[in-house]
């Protein structure tokens, strides 16, 4: 067997062409066999020799092993299906047991399994059970043992695999292999096999160094004769400590994200093809990964330039396909052979009826539930379709790159972790797995370093492809605004290349046209839109007074108008149109909250089970039943709130047990008038001491009053509250009290077997809010009689040397003022609500922390309606007001 090497991959393929097709012309009746990844490139090198190929076969390695499956008469042997796969490993997971497996949801495990399993078997790796200590990696050997051992004499995993030990004896070949990416163990089986009666020749492309590109090719290159071309790049690319001088000019360009990115390297190409006179086909744009494909895709259908990318249409989306899925709700059977059959006597289309009498003669158990998560995991057939037009702009990623002459290449996504890509060790064989088989003789899929060394070698040959000119640009963050960086190889790249910058094309799409300021006279609507976005500044005008008192109800509840305070159009399409965003199959905190306010209210001063409760609600609730029901990870969720609850519960009774209050509602409803405007709420509970009220309200998260922000609207609710009840019930203030059920995890530097503190974890679930205080004190001691120096119920503190409170406590006189303060923040933001003001005006704040509190924008759904412009719509900033001076007193918030 001959080996031949070197790195200038370019240079090599072209002098074995060279060779093959001089030998071919010297021995007209023997076969030569080119096998390589790109044959269709290939075979236009060859035309630059020759004008007709009669004894040179070119071919792709999967289309060479078919000849050898036909010529050996292997033609009753078959690659398993995917179906049949999937069908396999679920009866294996089921039936069989397994460490670290999950046999309730297979098919998420099997979808990972199957490519793992395939290179399992094209390595050959095979360990004994007792030689590996993960039990993750015992699982998998068993399993992938079970899954062979299910398989009969003529069902393979690969074609690689049927042909395992067969005899080549045959008429002599000469056989030319591009082997680059040839290295498992089952493809250097089948070389060794030919080379036995063949005349084989391998060409790798591999230099005998240290850099990581040569690392995979080490064990096949020992004896091998160099064929090269040395070049500044091939002699020093990746080698880091090597400064070399620019021998070339390359293009280069920055953008602020990846759509604008191919978006001038599309315009550049389309202008290119206008004034200069170049064909579709002498470009080639390299892209790094799934997430260019669609944009490059949309932006060269929209600039009409032709392309080579699939255009895919999923078969989820057909009439069969969704018929399937109806119709197993109607099915009650329980096999595959009985629902297979049922399925059939629907009106299908053809694949459909041929998968299902596929599964004909397959007797295991499953329910048309599962039978449907089976159905969708292997009726994968979506259309392809490649527009045929000769003339094309190639479009692929770097490990594809091979060129026939030379192009304009555009290398796109020059980021660090994109390009190259970040390879990290979380593979199912561990980098220190790999080397332990090793040391036992036993074959291994590459290791971390060999993969990058792969991708490098990727890189190395794309560089020395034939190119007209070179283009390298990379973004300066991704379309949902995270910084990236360019990459090191960019970097390395500026001593091989002297980068120009690319100018900005003049040809633009019409977005691009119409953003520097553009019309088009044909495109009179858009154009008018425009004019009266411009003219009102991306604000609504007022609604007027019959369209207020339509839209508006007149009674408000405290949170509408605190919304109406975060953003005045946020109130009105929320409250005025009634838009809501659409229910997304998740538990939404809003359903959790009032699972758990049930469960609090009734047994705060009762004694029923929880787990009853929440199951009761449950039911009660169809919606949140359905969604419960759907989702293995809501149940665990739901089982994770049932033992928070117990704890809740714990120590809200503690806290109660301990305080003088009692409880006197729960979920109350209140109403009352404020400056002659009629509010309503629901209070979560209120407690009663002597004459004095503390309400307290549930929440699912850290919360508290800003004082500050309180007066300009925001977090009021509880504070309105409490002065609706205390004079609706004719009672004197006590507190407003916030309690977070969120569970607590207690940090401590104790040891474990160490018992832990209780007053360490009940201090944890300290009461939120404001204690109202006066001289006597007399609400402190009510709500925890018990504490020294500093409760462990509400955020008070004694100070024994100055005999005083401090804490989060406000005076009945400051308690007065703050309510005024409101007052007349909710007149103003009532006059303006009356007045049809919609402007888009969210609350916001120069100090990040602060803005985050105030601002409403971060989570809102209804950013796509009110298009929030920088260049329009300000923030409206909050004050910095200074509490003690308004409210008097010292200011003792927290």
Partial sequence: MRIIKGLNSTYKLKEMIKECYQEAQNHPFETYFFIVEN????????????????????????????????????????????????????????????????????????????????????????????????????????????????????????????????????????????????????????????????????????????????????QFCQNAIEIDQP????????????????????????????????????????????????????????YPDSSYLSILKDTLDSAHLLHDILYVSSCQYEV???????????????????????????????????????????????????????????????HQERLQNQDHITVCTIDQLVLAKPKHIFFLGMNETIFPRTIKDTS??????????????????????????????????????????????????????????ESSLYKQLQQF????????????????????????????????????????????????????????????????????????????IQYGLGVYPLLENKLMPNELGSLVHYVLSINI????????????????????????????????????LKQDLQTTLNVLKRQLSISEFHVFAKERKISNHILGIPFKGFVDRIDEYDNRIAIIDYKSSNKDIDLNLAMQGFNIQMLLYLKMVTEKYHKDPAAVLYFNTKKRILSTENALSEAVNEEDFYKQYRFGGYVIDDETHQNIHALDPTFDKRSDIINVTYVKSRDEYKGQLLTLSQLTKLFKEIEKHIHDLHTQITAGHIAIMPKGSDHKSTHTLVNPCHYCPYHSVCNFDVFYNDYQLVEFLDVEKILGGENNAV
């Fill in 497 to 572: 290349f002297e980068f120009i910058p690319l100018k900005d094309p003049d040809y633009l799409s019409n977005d691009d046209y119409y953003l520097q300021g553009g019309f088009l006279t044909e495109k009179s609507i858009l154009n008018s839109h425009i004019h009266d976005y411009l003219e009102t500044k991306n604000q609504p005008f007022p609604l007027s007074k019959e369209l207020v008192e339509h839209l508006y109800s007149p009674t408000l509840s405290v949170s509408q108008i605190e919304t109406y305070n975060k953003c005045p159009f946020l109130y009105f």
């Fill in 320 to 382: 069969s396909y969704q018929k399937v899925l109806s119709d197993l709700d109607k099915i009650n059977e329980h096999d595959f052979h009985h629902i297979a059959l049922a399925l059939q006597q629907e009106e299908l289309e053809h694949n459909y009826l041929d998968y299902f009498k596929s599964l004909e003669n397959k007797l295991d158990h499953i329910s048309t539930q599962e039978f449907r998560q089976f159905f969708q995991a292997t009726y994968t057939f979506d």
């Fill in 428 to 485: 199912l064989l561990l980098d220190e797995d790999i080397d332990f088989l090793r040391q036992n003789q036993i074959p291994t899929p590459l290791n971390t370093t060999e993969q990058l060394g792969l991708h490098h070698l990727d890189i190395l040959k794309a560089l020395v492809q034939p190119s007209l000119s070179m283009t390298f640009s990379y973004s300066q963050q991704t379309l949902s605004g995270e910084a990236r960086l």
């Fill in 39 to 218: 044959p269709y490139v290939i075979e236009q090198l060859f035309f630059q020799y020759t004008h007709f190929l009669v004894n040179i076969e070119i071919m792709s390695w999967q289309q060479f092993l078919k000849q050898l499956i036909i010529e050996n008469h292997l033609t009753n042997h078959y690659i398993i299906s995917q179906t049949e796969l999937v069908y396999h490993l679920r009866h294996i997971l089921k039936e069989e047991d397994f460490a670290c497996f999950n046999n309730k949801q297979p098919y998420p495990l099997i979808e990972k399994f199957i490519p793992l399993i395939k290179d399992y078997d094209l390595y050959q790796v095979s360990y004994d059970l007792q030689q590996m200590t993960s039990p993750k990696l015992k699982d998998f050997m068993h399993l992938y043992t079970s899954l062979i051992n299910s398989l009969n004499d003529y069902t393979h995993l690969s074609l690689e695999d049927i042909l395992q030990n067969c005899c080549f004896q045959s008429a002599k070949k000469h056989i030319y292999i591009e082997a680059d990416h040839l290295y498992h163990k089952k493809r250097q089986n089948i070389i060794q096999q030919l080379h036995d009666f063949h005349d084989v020749t391998l060409f790798y492309t591999y230099h005998h160094d240290q850099r990581f590109e040569n690392l995979p090719h080490h």
């Fill in 231 to 286: 070049s500044t790049l091939t002699d020093s690319l990746f080698l880091q400590e090597k400064t070399v001088q620019p021998q070339e000019k390359a293009y280069t360009f920055v953008s602020a994200t990846p759509y604008q990115e191919t978006k001038k390297a599309v315009y550049t190409i389309a202008q290119m093809i206008i004034e200069e006179g170049w064909r579709y086909q002498d470009f080639v744009i390299v």
């Fill in 605 to 640: 001063d009762q004694e029923q089970n929880i787990d009853d409760l929440v199951n009761q609600y449950i039911q009660n609730h169809d919606d949140l039943q359905e969604k419960i029901k759907s989702s293995y990870i809501h149940q665990y969720f739901i089982k994770q």
